[in-house]
Nanobody, 123 residues
Framework: QGQLVESGGGLVQAGGSLRLACAAS????????MGWFRQTPGKERELVAA????????YYADSVKGRFTISRDNAKNTVSLQMNSLKPEDTAVYFC????????????????WGQGTQVTVSS
């Protein structure tokens, strides 16, 4: 069994930055695509960013392009999300995910999920 644990969430003012980290344990995730999703109350979980197993390919939702950067360190079994120029609409619970499911080339889910970390951006 694998486990994903997120950290780095918190409260930040609009325009600020946060860095989320996801530590994987219990098994190696280096052969899996990984990603970050987010969810707000009453809405479906949505993809924020994804990264291939090698780190050579990334995908970003249009709403975060140019502001967020996903990266991974397979030697440390970690994946990170650097979030800059944060906006109030980025407020959500952010989930780390591994072994992604796809509809065509678009990640829509995963086999492994973290427990989530709250990000709140104040205006």
């Amino acid at each position: 069994q694998g486990q994903l644990v997120e950290s780095g969430g918190g409260l930040v003012q609009a325009g600020g930055s946060l860095r989320l980290a996801c530590a994987a344990s219990g098994r190696t995730f280096s052969s899996y695509a990984m990603g970050w999703f987010r969810q707000t109350p009453g809405k479906e979980r949505e993809l924020v960013a994804a990264i291939s197993w090698s780190g050579g390919s990334t995908y970003y939702a249009d709403s975060v392009k140019g502001r967020f950067t996903i990266s991974r360190d397979n030697a440390k079994n970690t994946v990170s999300l650097q979030m800059n120029s944060l906006k109030p609409e980025d407020t959500a619970v952010y989930f780390c995910a591994a072994k992604l499911h796809y509809s065509g080339s678009y990640p829509i889910g995963a086999d492994y999920w973290g427990q989530g970390t709250q990000v709140t951006v104040s205006s």
